[in-house]
């Protein structure tokens, strides 16, 4: 049971490259998160799929898109990143909302 | 939306001294209150967490209380050990999300 992973672990991106930050989950959970965390700084909410086949807004949604590929994959995509997006990515699972959160690993993204 | 404010932002105590941190929040709607630790370079991990129908719950060294009235909740760890040294994130729920404080750095020295 690996839990939540996240891939890739590091990446280093040119202002306006793309990527997709994937996840996976095996323990079968309902509802996936993606938050963005700062240096010194608290986890924001990105993104968030409430089931498969839903995907919401959290606080800090633009320059993202997400997809929940199936129950298991929930991938966010940067389409033109930008300096600002330089962070620490996690991806963070739960059964059911207001259940305790999983998290992943977490991806550290340098823009430069 | 809900907002959730953390004090400190860091925190030194001597071992085997107590830790409190203190967390409010806004939306008198939220009912699930968790508490994570998340040492350097790693995730985030549930240490406790308190439901709207509890005051207090308490596993081992650590406890927290919620005031449903006041809207703030606080972490106590008792006997603090080096170990214990991490950021700490309070957070609470509104509808489907989970809104985090800025997080309290504990520094346990020996």
């Known amino acids: 049971n690996a839990g939540v992973t996240q891939t890739p672990k590091f990446q280093v991106l040119k202002t306006g490259q793309s990527m997709t930050l994937q996840c996976a989950q095996d323990m079968n959970h309902n509802s996936m998160y993606w938050y963005r965390q700062d240096p010194g700084m608290g986890l924001r909410l990105i993104y968030y799929s409430a089931s498969e086949g839903t995907t919401d807004k959290g606080e800090v949604p633009n320059g993202y898109n997400v997809s929940r590929l199936n129950k298991r994959e929930f991938s966010l995509r940067l389409e033109s990143a930008a300096p600002s997006q330089t962070s620490v990515y996690f991806c963070?699972?739960?059964?059911?909302?207001?259940?305790?959160?999983?998290f992943g690993p977490g991806t550290r993204l340098t823009v430069t | 939306g809900e907002n959730v404010e953390q004090h400190p932002s860091t925190l030194s105590v001597q071992e085997g001294d107590s830790a409190v941190i203190k967390c409010t929040y806004s939306?008198?709607?939220?009912?699930?209150f968790p508490w994570y630790k998340q040492e350097l370079g790693k995730r985030p991990q549930l240490i406790i967490d308190i439901r709207s129908n509890v005051g207090e719950k308490k596993d081992q060294r650590i406890a927290v209380t919620l005031n449903k009235t006041a809207k703030h909740f606080s972490l106590h760890i008792t006997e603090t050990q080096p170990e214990d040294s991490a950021v700490y994130f309070c957070?609470?729920?509104?509808?489907?999300?989970?809104?985090f404080g800025g997080g309290t750095r504990l520094m346990v020295k020996p």
């Open positions: 939306d008198s709607a939220s009912n699930y």
């Open positions: 963070a699972s739960n059964g059911w909302q207001g259940d305790e959160q999983y």
């Open positions: 957070a609470g729920n509104a509808g489907n999300m989970l809104t």
